[in-house]
């Protein structure tokens, strides 16, 4: 199932990728701006990446560029006012009618959200426990390496069965063989990361407003009062006069001067010169 799944993927990598050698070869694809690939603007799949990522979240992000990148700034941040998961679930609304009606899209895409929360929350846990990936001996480190590519491998050949079979029927008949094993592996690790496991990590402590504070020792310092020669002086053209009172010009700082302060800047004005 693995290899068949990773196998149906490789004519939309196809596709793209002549695509894009076609863009180059037009010039269309030239990004002057950019730091890494001045040739990299009609980019839809970064194939090195793809492949040797360590999540299933590095497989998205690198999967299908430029239709996720348009649907990221047109969607998912204009909505970002409504609720991250909100947002998300719009989005994903929005990609799943892009390609079609058909169940395999929605059993495809959905499966998508849940997968994503439950890596997150895993490796979160993880790091927590056992440290970053660089302070882990060799051993580990190969490890972690051959069990994230084989577990990434599993996942995206298992949630990506309904994309290429889209009906309801088949894929239910598909995974009904495998007693929906990642549905009920991802189930069962989403209710017990809520219920117990993320209790056992630290909460976050942000709110310092019932902390006591000890200001006995502490100096007092008072701000400098600005005096007249500190102050700035408007200039002769910014300077307009209305009724007896001097204002600024639109676009300088908006502010009233007295006919008291303008007396004073008369005399400033004397002592400087």
């Not at 892009?98 to 929605?106: I, M, N, Q, T």
């Not at 994503?116 to 993880?126: H, V």
């Amino acid at each position: 199932m693995t290899g068949f799944g990773m196998l149906a993927l490789t004519k939309y990598i196809g596709c793209w990728t002549v695509m894009e050698g076609g863009c180059m070869l037009l010039g269309l694809s030239y990004d002057p701006n950019h730091e890494e690939n001045k040739w990299g603007a009609m980019r839809s799949v970064n194939i090195k990446k793809l492949y040797l990522g360590y999540s299933n979240k590095d497989f998205i992000d690198h999967f299908n560029l430029t239709t996720k990148n348009w649907f990221i700034r047109y969607l998912f941040k204009r909505t970002k006012g409504w609720g991250k998961w909100a947002s998300m679930v719009y989005t994903y609304l929005f990609i799943i009618l892009w390609h079609g009606v058909l169940p395999g899209y929605w059993m495809a895409f959905f499966f998508e959200i849940p997968v994503i929360a439950a890596e997150k929350q895993f490796i979160g846990f993880l790091r927590y426990y056992t440290g970053t990936y660089n302070s882990w001996s060799w051993p580990a480190q190969r490890f972690c390496d051959v069990f994230n590519r084989l577990a990434r491998a599993l996942a995206l050949g298992y949630g990506i069965q309904p994309f290429i079979l889209l009906s309801w029927g088949e894929t239910a008949q598909l995974y009904n063989g495998f007693y929906w094993a990642f549905h009920v592996l991802v189930a069962v690790w989403l209710v017990s990361y809520t219920l117990v496991l993320r209790h056992f990590l630290p909460k976050p402590t942000t709110n310092t407003a019932n902390q006591p504070t000890n200001t006995a020792n502490q100096p007092t310092i008072t701000a400098k009062q600005p005096t007249n020669q500190d102050r700035a002086l408007p200039t002769e053209n910014e300077i307009v006069h209305n009724n007896g009172k001097v204002i600024e010009k639109p676009g300088g700082r908006m502010r009233i001067i007295s006919d008291t302060f303008k007396e004073e800047i008369k005399d400033m004005k004397s002592n400087i010169s």
